[in-house]
Nanobody
Framework: QVQLVESGGGLVQAGGSLRLSCAASGRTFSPYTMGWFRQAPGKEREFVAVISWSGGGTYYADSVKGRFTISRDNAKKTVYLQMNTLKPEDTAVYYC???????????????????WGKGTLVTVSS
């Protein structure tokens, strides 16, 4: 079992940057594949990025590729999402997720990840 708490959301102008954090507690953090998702008002939850337990493997949604960077610090049990060049369409609640399966397996169905945080709101003004 692992508990996930997101932080770092807020209001930012278009073109600006934010860094989200997801702190994990409970079981050991290292073996978990970690991911970020988002859900805009009135829309389905959307995949954003995922990172392998070692940090050596990452995968991004086309909509954020080149603008967002996922990273992790296993010693701090934290995964990050650096968001640059933000756009109004990035406005959403951002969720962190964790799964014990390796990255390659998670990518087959990332919406099926085992553990989820409660989310942090990011609002990008135009």
């Amino acid at each position: 079992q692992v508990q996930l708490v997101e932080s770092g959301g807020g209001l930012v102008q278009a073109g600006g940057s934010l860094r989200l954090s997801c702190a994990a507690s409970g079981r050991t953090f290292s073996p978990y594949t970690m991911g970020w998702f988002r859900q805009a008002p009135g829309k389905e939850r959307e995949f954003v990025a995922v990172i392998s337990w070692s940090g050596g493997g990452t995968y991004y949604a086309d909509s954020v590729k080149g603008r967002f960077t996922i990273s992790r610090d296993n010693a701090k049990k934290t995964v990050y999402l650096q968001m640059n060049t933000l756009k109004p369409e990035d406005t959403a609640v951002y969720y962190c997720a964790a799964d014990l399966r390796p990255l390659g397996v998670v990518l087959e169905n990332y919406y099926g990840m085992d553990y989820w945080g409660k989310g942090t709101l990011v609002t990008v003004s135009s």
